[in-house]
């Protein structure tokens, strides 16, 4: 699935204004009912977490923000869909995320929901380095806890540049990123940049379109509704990525927008889902 490609505001990014750049990546204002897609989906999570069979606030590391909440499927070998939340890496928590498990579980797959420290109190390179951190954490404790078959990353906003950035881990098998922020240089020209505090540094080795391709299967998911910037990203990763023979699909979502679509994650016949299921077939 493709879609046409939008204008990219960023091809004129020095003459716009500060609320356009502002604008470009401002999923919430862009979806109108976002606080009420926001409010359904915390709610829903609190009582997943609440019910579901887990293993809750697992710790990785020394933060407070450094824990996995793990939920086995019956079969210790069967799949596992890791899933890293967005929020531009300084908002939202694992716990919110909790209604996206019962969509893969039905399909006899485990699911870790990671956690991971917030800018301003750490950089992104810290929040990248947590990333690793926990994978690494999984890799070795997931079997004591039910949890040892083939893994899957993915990931929402945020979210799905840590998939792209750590898809070399040796725990992973393939990712699939959703609405994923891969170039992060406009991102220092925004507002986002007053938590963030991007170095020229991190723009160049933590932006996964600037950085070698990685030869492991990435699929690049958004809604086709989305802002033309993060549509554009995994447009031009995908293009990337495929022009050095990696693989992967870009999978554009008919009718979604940032945040709707992760209703294609959450329901057990959806779209997203199908894909994760894919990714180890």
């Not at 824990?67 to 890496?89: M, N, Q, S, T």
């Not at 990248?128 to 997931?142: Q, Y």
């Not at 078959?149 to 979210?159: D, E, F, I, K, R």
Request: with cysteine; charged share 20%; glycine share 8%.
């Amino acid at each position: 699935m493709t879609t046409n490609r939008p204008a990219d505001p960023r091809s004129n990014w020095a003459q716009l204004s500060q609320s356009e750049r502002d604008a470009a990546y401002d999923n919430n204002s862009a979806v109108k009912n976002s606080p009420e897609l926001i409010a359904e989906r915390n709610s829903s999570s609190a009582q997943a977490r609440a019910t579901l069979k887990s293993v809750l606030d697992l710790p990785y590391g020394p933060r407070p923000n450094n824990k996995i909440d793990l939920y086995p499927a019956a079969e210790r070998d069967a799949p596992c869909l890791v899933f890293w939340h967005g929020g531009y890496w300084q908002k939202n928590s694992r716990e919110l995320f909790a209604m996206l498990v019962e969509g893969i579980a039905a399909h006899g797959w485990s699911m870790a929901i990671l956690g991971y420290s917030l800018a301003p109190d750490v950089s992104l390179t810290t929040i990248v380095d947590e990333s690793r951190a926990a994978l690494d954490w999984l890799a070795a404790h997931g079997p004591e806890h039910g949890v040892a078959g083939p893994v899957v990353t993915s990931g929402w906003s945020a979210g799905g540049h840590l998939v792209a950035i750590t898809l070399d881990h040796p725990l992973v098998t393939a990712g699939l990123s959703i609405s994923g922020v891969f170039d992060l240089g406009p991102i220092r020209d925004t507002g986002l940049n007053k938590a963030l505090q991007l170095t020229d540094d991190e723009i160049e080795k933590l932006s996964p379109i600037r950085l070698p391709v990685i030869n492991k299967r990435l699929d690049l998911a958004y809604g086709a509704n989305e802002l033309p910037a993060l549509v554009l990203d995994s447009v031009n990763l995908h293009a990337q990525r495929e022009a050095a023979g990696a693989p992967g699909r870009l999978l554009s979502l008919p009718g979604h927008d940032h945040f709707s679509i992760l209703a294609e994650l959450r329901k057990p016949d959806g779209a997203l889902v199908k894909a994760a299921r894919e990714l180890v077939s």
